[in-house]
């Protein structure tokens, strides 16, 4: 079963991500759609560590159906479509990282989901800023990032090896009073 209601927006849901969720996750992550625009590389259910023990706030993206309760709720009126990330919450600024499964994209769950997690983090975390990467390739990301009101700070040229090509970060930043002045 899905995890616990964390906060919800107009249209999505942010779950507790548990244990139960871990197949969703590796099969997720094993997506071509979604593991080549990341850079991310492939893990079994096993390698798959989703304790909050390591300073990460992890958050499961939900399309809740109506009788969807705030607790524990029936594997039928939850349908997960992705996961968000707030990684380093307790050393430094925080970075957001976030997918979606291939099926909803371009409908904007992606950005009430990001919205939702920053709301999150500067509401529970001291904190002045949020960053955010996403690979100079990756378009609907790095629009996702400027839609929210990210500023590109950097790049990181030839960070990583991905689908055949060295591939640039960019780097993204977000004020705690740039989004509290939207």
């Known amino acids: 079963m899905p995890g616990a209601r964390i906060t919800s927006g107009d249209r999505v849901t942010l779950r507790s991500v548990e244990a139960e969720d871990v197949p969703f996750l590796q ?14 590389y492939l893990r079994n259910q096993e390698a798959m560590d989703v304790s909050a023990e390591d300073g990460t706030d992890r958050f499961l993206v939900c399309l809740d159906g109506e009788d969807a309760g705030p607790g524990q709720v029936d594997e039928d009126e939850v349908r997960r479509i992705g996961a968000v990330n707030a990684e380093e919450m307790h050393y430094r600024r925080p970075e957001l990282g976030y997918w979606l499964i291939p099926e909803v994209h371009g409908q904007g769950y992606g950005k009430e989901a990001v919205g939702l997690v920053i709301d999150y983090v500067f509401r529970s975390y001291d904190k002045p800023a949020i960053g955010a990467g996403a690979f100079d390739h990756n378009d609907a990301s790095r629009g996702l990032l400027e839609s929210l009101g990210f500023t590109e700070e950097g790049r990181r040229r030839k960070f990583m090896f991905v ?10 930043g977000l004020l705690r009073e740039e989004w509290e002045a939207d």
């Open 27 to 40: 099969r997720a992550s094993a997506n071509d759609e979604i593991r080549y625009p990341l850079g991310s």
């Open 163 to 172: 689908d055949g090509e060295h591939r640039d970060m960019v780097q993204y």
